[in-house]
Structure formats: C-alpha cells, structure tokens
C-alpha cells in the first residue's frame, strides 16, 4: 500500500521543535510546543515524573499495547565555571563535536527564565594572535563562551543571574533547500518527533486507528543513555524513531528510512525487526538495513534497564550527525510510510 504523505506537515512540526531549546534535560520550552502540536492532532498530552511526553492513540484491538518513541532532548552544554575575566566554562550533555559547533550562537538558559547569548569559541580563539589556534584539540577543557555582553569579571557575569548548572542550547539554523533537503542541527531526533506527529495526522485525515492500542513517547535523556529506562508495563513492543546514519559500512541514505539490526551493544528483536522489512517493502518504501556503531536509542535504554519487550529501531538517515546535521524529504516520508505500516501492520 503506498502512502501519499503531506511532507509539509512534517517541516512545519519540525521547525516549531528544532526552534524550542531542548538540552538534555531542559524541557521547559519543547513540551508546551508538543502539547500545542498534539492538540491540533486532537490529541491531549500526559506526562512521567521524568516529563516524557505521551500520546495515546485507542487501537482497534487494545488487548495489546506497542509504544514508539522519538526523544525531543538534543546535545549541548551546562555552565561548569565562570573565569576570573567572565568567560564560561563548560561540560557537555551528551556527544558534542565541538570542531562542528566552533564559532556558533549558543544561549544560556538561567533558572529564573533569563537567556543571554554568547559566542561559543576556543580559547586560542585567533590565528593572528595565538600560535596553536589551528593545532589546540577542540574539546570541553579548551572552550570558551564569551557572552554577548559588557562583561570584564566574574561578579559581572553573576550579577546577569548566571550561575553553575545553567543549561546552554546551540542555535539550530533550519534550512529547506529548493532540491528538498533538510538541514539543521537537531535533525537528531526532532526530525523523528515530528514523522511521529505526521503519523498521527494521516490517521486523523484518513479517520483511521492503529491495529493496537498505541502509545507514543517522547522522552528527554536519550542523548546520556537512560531516556526509554522507563516504560509503561503495559507495552510489548517498543520501536525507537532515530536517525540513521550515513558511513563506508552503512547502505543508507539521506532519502532511505534505515532499519537499525543491531547497535553498539545489542542486536534488536530479530522477530519484529524483520516484521519491519516486510512492511516496508509492502508500503514501498526506500528503505535500507544497517547495523550501527557509536550509537544506540531509547529501546536500547529500555532493555538495559529490564523491560520485557521485543525492541527495534528505524528512522531518517542523516548526514553529519551531532554537527550541522541533513537529511532529505524523501527520507522523512518513508519514515513517515514504515511507521504507517507498522501500526496499522498491513
């Protein structure tokens, strides 16, 4: 069955997430986003201790419960120090690539609702004043953010409200090319939010429900291994939307949907992963099957953690990922098509 998805809507859902600050574990600003997109699908939103975000959708039959989940946190910093001369020090959430992020728009989030923008730089931040500005390894021991205001010290920056455990977010910079291509940062996994969102619209259109009952999360701690820990006991099934990535060892591409067979530490349910094969040849989709390294999902996390469930995991393949991230239209739609395809279970 070939589905015509409104690519559209998935650009639209993804843009109005990618441009909500979303760090591991700052939540604040993405889930009233994803309540205002649910409710427009309407769909309420609950919520875990955790803040994961839910959807319901009632299946035809709800003797069983399958979840599929896309995280909505992202890579980025928090305020470890701040120098005697007022530039902040940091440590990373999650795998940043400073090299990528060198020279970018960050922002400083402070608990009392302020956000100031800086520079994000190495310290030998200029080839014509410092001799290793070229050779000093990028990394959180080496990088600096230089605040986009009028401070010399330490007591001015605190006096901003700035404090130890701030959370900082990176700019995202969303493009759409005329040839269809999607580039931003965050790709990974906000991309995979809004192909779920755009599931959930084609059901809606077509006043179709899934086969079983279906819950969808969207959790916040992915990007440091425990954001799928938790898991409703009700569900049986748990298929994480991530990306998929792109490499010498790899068959997918930027307009393919990837089925991950395996990650860095566990070989996915053999059984529902190939069930995932056969549904996407049958919606017709563009897909490929890869086995990934440096890499792993929220159904990862889940089974580490001792859910009994059978797991798997598929999504958008994407270029550069933790950097200035693309993928292509064509890839959102077939991951729009396969998780079609396995709800409905045609």
């Known amino acids: 069955m070939e ?24 939540y604040v600003e993405v889930n009233p986003v994803v309540e205002r997109l649910a409710k427009t699908l309407g769909y309420p939103v609950s919520y875990d201790n955790k803040h994961t975000a839910y959807l319901t959708l009632e299946g035809e039959d709800n003797s069983k419960t399958v979840m599929l989940g896309a995280h909505l946190d992202t890579i980025g910093m ?3 120090r701040i120098d005697d001369d007022g ?26 609702g302020k956000a100031y923008t800086g520079l994000l730089a190495c310290q030998s931040h200029s080839t014509h004043v410092f001799d290793d500005a070229r050779s000093l390894a990028r990394d959180e021991m ?35 090319t005329p040839t269809g291509y999607v580039k931003s940062r965050f790709i990974d996994d906000k991309a995979g939010v809004a192909c ?27 990007e440091i291994g425990h954001g799928g820990a938790y898991v409703p006991p009700e569900v049986s099934e748990f298929v ?10 790899y068959d997918g591409n930027e307009y393919a949907v990837s089925i991950c067979a395996k990650d860095n530490s566990t070989p996915y349910d053999y059984g529902l992963t190939t069930r995932l094969i056969r549904q996407a040849e ?12 440096r890499y792993g ?11 009994n469930l059978k797991a798997a995991a598929v999504g958008m393949a994407c270029y550069c990922s933790h950097g200035m991230e693309r993928t292509h239209i064509q890839g959102l739609n077939n991951t729009v098509k396969l998780l079609l395809a396995y709800v409905l279970d045609i």
């Open 87 to 112: 530039m902040i020090r940091i440590r990373q959430l999650g795998g940043m690539n400073f090299y990528s992020a060198e020279g970018e728009t960050v922002t400083i989030h402070t608990r009392e």
């Open 240 to 249: 994480a939307v991530d990306i998929g990535l792109i490499g010498p060892d």
């Open 3 to 26: 589905y015509q998805i409104d690519g559209q809507f998935t650009l639209d859902c993804f843009r109005a997430l990618v441009n909500a600050p979303s760090p591991v574990s700052y």
């Open 142 to 176: 080496n990088m600096i953010i230089s605040l986009d205001e009028k401070v010399r010290s330490r007591e001015d920056v605190r006096a901003l409200g700035i404090r130890h455990g701030d959370i900082v977010s990176i700019e995202p910079r969303f493009q759409y």
């Open 196 to 222: 779920l969102l755009n599931m959930v619209k084609y059901l809606t259109d077509h006043q179709m429900k899934p086969k079983y009952r279906t819950v969808l999360a969207f959790p916040h701690y992915e």
């Open 297 to 307: 999902t929220d159904a990862n996390a889940s089974l580490k953690a001792g859910a």
């Open 78 to 80: 928090i305020v470890r």
């Open 282 to 293: 049958k919606a017709g989709c563009d897909y490929a099957v890869d086995i990934f390294y």
